[in-house]
T-cell receptor
Framework: SAVISQKPSRDICQRGTSLTIQCQVD?????MFWYRQQPGQSLTLIATANQGSEATYESGFVIDKFPISRPNLTFSTLTVSNMSPEDSSIYLC???????????FGPGTRLTVL | RKEVEQDPGPFNVPEGATVAFNCTYS??????FFWYRQDCRKEPKLLMSVYSSGNEDGRFTAQLNRASQYISLLIRDSKLSDSATYLC?????????????FGDGTTLTVKP
């Protein structure tokens, strides 16, 4: 299994500012994933964070808006840049551990943009 | 059409009832399938994997029908603690579970 922590757990931000979310895993993992879950909806994959290379973004998400860092095998950050109210969402970090198919999720960061 | 579709519910059932959730997926090449549970304001957690032969874990039974591209979850003898949102998850291959596609979830409320 994997234990994942995220900081901050929640934040309220002003339009036009940026927020960096941190994700820490208690074991080394090859890939880390960032998801967004908008109110009343399911999870949408934003990008895959690879250690030692650039993140891989899904359709509809770009690096300028969601820059990601992956400095080592246990840590990643996601920045939500130039925020607008449409970015209000829960952002979750995830890893695959304990087998090829089981995903573990962090507790999420609840972001509200005013 | 969404890649993974679920009946959103809500399902409101009394304790002890049997309830079934359905899920369909559009990618016929999908390889692995899961049910996750998400409690209110919490992160999703794996409930069970779904295998072609069907599998059971206590009160929970999952079935997969590849021909119809259909997955089901059956909960017997519902408990109050079963109240949650159940997410159907489909993965195109067995090597990168992080690329899974999540359904929008089915909400279950079990009442006393």
């Amino acid at each position: 299994s994997a234990v994942i922590s995220q900081k901050p757990s929640r934040d309220i931000c002003q339009r036009g500012t940026s927020l960096t979310i941190q994700c820490q895993v208690d074991s080394q993992v090859t890939m880390m994933f960032w998801y967004r879950q908008q109110p009343g909806q399911s999870l949408t994959l934003i990008a895959t964070a690879n250690q030692g290379s650039e993140a891989t973004y899904e359709s509809g998400f770009v690096i300028d808006k969601f820059p990601i860092s992956r400095p080592n095998l246990t840590f990643s950050t996601l920045t939500v840049s130039n925020m607008s109210p449409e970015d209000s969402s829960i952002y979750l970090c995830s890893v695959v551990a304990g087998g090829p198919s089981e995903q573990f999720f962090g507790p999420g960061t609840r972001l509200t943009v005013l | 059409r969404k890649e993974v579709e679920q009946d959103p519910g809500p399902f409101n059932v009394p304790e002890g009832a049997t309830v079934a959730f359905n899920c369909t997926y559009s990618n016929s090449a999908s390889q692995s399938f899961f049910w996750y549970r998400q409690d209110c304001r919490k992160e999703p957690k794996l409930l069970m994997s779904v295998y072609s032969s069907g599998n059971e874990d206590g009160r929970f039974t999952a079935q997969l029908n590849r021909a119809s591209q259909y997955i089901s979850l059956l909960i017997r003898d519902s408990k109050l603690s079963d109240s949650a949102t159940y997410l159907c998850v489909v993965n195109p291959n067995n090597t990168n579970a992080g690329k899974s596609t999540f359904g929008d979830g089915t909400t279950l409320t079990v009442k006393p």
